[in-house]
């Protein structure tokens, strides 16, 4: 059974940082993409990173690109994401997801959350200014 479980989130200042993290099982995270997104209250699902299953491609959405970075452990099956810099703006539940048929790419920003077949568990990431 794939399993997408995300930790981590918590109330912040701007400027500060979390670490969040996505435990995954049923599936390997070097065998398929995932992908964070995040929902922000009144907002559409958005795509923010997503990490390559083929060579380890990192991507990000523009708004997050030099305070967000995702890695990888394969031997723990775990995907990160570190978020320095927190804006307000970043308020929103984070969620881990992947989707065999998919390929991570550039276009993370505009991926319809529709389209992604698995989901885990959102996490909340409270920014205050």
């Known amino acids: 059974e794939v399993q997408l479980q995300a930790f981590g989130g918590g109330f912040v200042q701007a400027g500060g940082s979390l670490r969040l993290s996505c435990a995954a099982s049923g599936f390997t995270s070097d065998d398929s993409a995932i992908a964070w997104f995040r929902q922000a209250p009144g907002k559409e699902r958005e795509g923010v990173s997503c990490i390559s299953s083929n060579d380890g491609s990192k991507y990000y959405r523009d708004s997050v690109k030099g305070r967000f970075t995702i890695s990888r452990d394969n031997a723990e099956n775990t995907v990160y994401l570190q978020m320095n810099s927190l804006k307000p703006e970043d308020t929103a539940v984070y969620y881990c997801?992947?989707?065999?048929?998919?390929?991570?790419?550039?276009?993370?920003?505009?991926?319809?959350?529709?389209?992604?077949?698995?989901w885990g568990k959102g996490t909340l990431v409270t920014v205050s200014s």
């Open positions: 997801v992947t989707d065999f048929e998919w390929r991570c790419g550039a276009d993370i920003a505009t991926v319809r959350a529709y389209a992604m077949d698995y």
